[in-house]
């Protein structure tokens, strides 16, 4: 394996010391309006919120988050807020990896269980990558190339050894409103193991009720699947499909049926049009192409993977999001470029991304691409969105950001063919190319400019629908990257 590549792959998974276990604290009032959750320590920044909402009582809401790293680019620690009480008040701890404990844990994930535990997921590994990442720091004027950023890094500091096989995916299943925390380390060496993913069987027709699947790719290149039938406490040696390049870019979900579903498409960093970690028996289109694979034994295997449909092509994208409805019917969102900016202009510019989908109903064929929010202006960068689904209808958290400003919105669609603005969560006087929404991989490392990260969270239970998203403390694009709660009942 050619070693930039993995420092590439590394270096855009994902935020210092926590202060631990803090007491319940009053984050604010006002179910709809959003809330800044308490930091782990002063001034600490933190990136990359998930958020679950428990089907079986809506008034538990649980956010988990990465920090410890400059930018968001990786984190060293996992933060969790739980509310018991539709998020009046939060009560707030560190998430421990069961190994490698604060050297470097990025990507977290959190769902409830249907036994009422809570699942928080990352990845892990060594410190090396979060030293590398934290100190790695420019503006848009002084960034280098890709090539140049990895070249430096490579030729200076060696990794360790067993970089590749020392990391992995760590689940926590917590009980207790957060006092009570277990973790375990799913099994096998996964060389890479990056951008996780998860989804819960909650279906009463499904005869893998309570399955709990977490997805990942690594440098194989490959996705993996691992199941866990016991709520979290264990996993089982994971599944691995075999991809043509790495495909960090991947979703998974659970229909009705029982049925598991992986997607994929071969990553690359946005803005930069080098496939990473290709074989050379890929084909000319593979970069765009969009996979498929089903699991019908409960995630014990998989079927041969099947190309669905295209989009832009490499570094036209962004990272998607996938959702399954109670009917069935399964939504891939991701956001695209009809250009991309020279990526040797100083300063940096980004691309502007629309949003765009396709949609499967039942064991129907997918169809072809189409926009999902014609209405949004030219020239409007869509970044970092993020779908879900009560069961009927469809929410869409994401980021519009124009010449003028940066807002965060929630839309909605009854069918999922059209999304409407259905509320402005967040307004803030950034312009489209001085805020980091995956739209250039070289903005990752600038940091005069605000950065959220790579994933925003999204959930819905009933008629709560609940948004996490990261924006700074204040107007000034440098201060604090804080997270922030939007709750909502809506009929």
Request: hydrophobic share 40%.
């Amino acid at each position: 394996m050619d070693r930039r590549d993995f420092l590439a792959g590394v270096a855009a998974a994902g935020a210092a010391v926590t202060s631990g276990c803090n007491p319940f604290r009053r984050a604010g009032a006002g179910a709809s309006a959003p809330i800044a959750l308490e930091p782990p320590g002063p001034g600490v920044s933190v990136y990359e919120p998930s958020i679950a909402i428990d089907p079986a009582n809506p008034e538990r809401i649980a956010v988990a988050a990465q920090y410890g790293v400059r930018g968001g680019r990786g984190g060293r620690n996992i933060h969790l807020w739980l509310s018991e009480d539709g998020g009046r008040r939060w009560h707030a701890t560190r998430v421990p990896r069961p190994k490698l404990d604060g050297e470097f844990a990025a990507d977290p994930l959190t769902a409830f269980h249907e036994d009422g535990g809570l699942i928080v997921g990352s990845n892990f590994s060594r410190r090396w990558i979060a030293d590398l990442n934290d100190g790695n720091t420019h503006t848009r004027s002084t960034v280098p190339s890709f090539e140049e950023l990895w070249g430096v890094v490579d030729g200076r500091i060696a990794p360790p050894e067993d970089l590749l096989t020392s990391g992995g995916i760590a689940v926590s299943r917590v009980e207790d409103g957060g006092r009570t925390l277990s973790a375990t380390v799913v099994p096998g060496i996964s060389p890479g193991a990056d951008k996780t993913s998860m989804a819960l069987d909650r279906s009463p027709a499904s005869p893998h009720r309570g399955a709990i699947y977490v997805a990942w790719s690594d440098q194989v290149p490959s996705v993996r699947v691992a199941r866990s039938v016991d709520g979290g406490r264990s996993f089982a040696e994971p599944v691995t499909i075999e991809t043509r390049a790495l495909a960090a870019m991947q979703q998974i979900a659970v229909r009705p049926d029982g049925s598991v579903h992986l997607m994929w498409t071969s990553a690359a960093m946005p803005g930069l049009t080098t496939q990473l970690n290709a074989g050379a028996d890929g084909a000319p289109d593979a970069g765009s192409l969009i996979y498929h694979a089903v699991s019908r034994d409960g995630g014990a295997s998989f079927g041969e993977p099947t190309a669905v449909a295209s989009h832009a092509g490499v570094g036209m994208v962004g990272i998607p999001s996938l959702a399954a409805d109670a009917s069935g019917s399964l939504l891939w969102v991701w956001g695209q470029s009809d250009e991309l900016p020279d990526p040797s202009q100083r300063p940096v510019l980004q691309a502007r991304h629309r949003l765009f989908a396709i949609r499967s109903d039942g064991d129907a064929d997918w169809s072809a691409p189409y926009e999902l929010c014609p209405w949004v202006p030219t020239g409007t960068h869509m970044g970092l969105p993020v779908v879900a689904t009560g069961g009927t209808g469809w929410w869409l958290l994401t980021y519009l950001a124009d010449d003028e400003r940066t807002r965060v919105v929630l839309l909605r669609s009854d069918d999922g063919r059209r999304f409407e603005l259905d509320r402005t969560l967040a307004t803030r006087p950034y312009p489209v190319d001085e805020i980091s929404l995956m739209g250039s991989y070289l903005l990752r490392f600038c940091d005069e400019i605000p950065q959220i990260g790579d994933y925003v969270g999204l959930a819905v239970a009933g008629s709560r629908v609940g948004a996490a998203f990261v924006l700074p403390e204040s107007v000034e694009p440098t201060s604090r990257a804080t997270v922030h709660v939007s709750l909502s009942d809506v009929r």
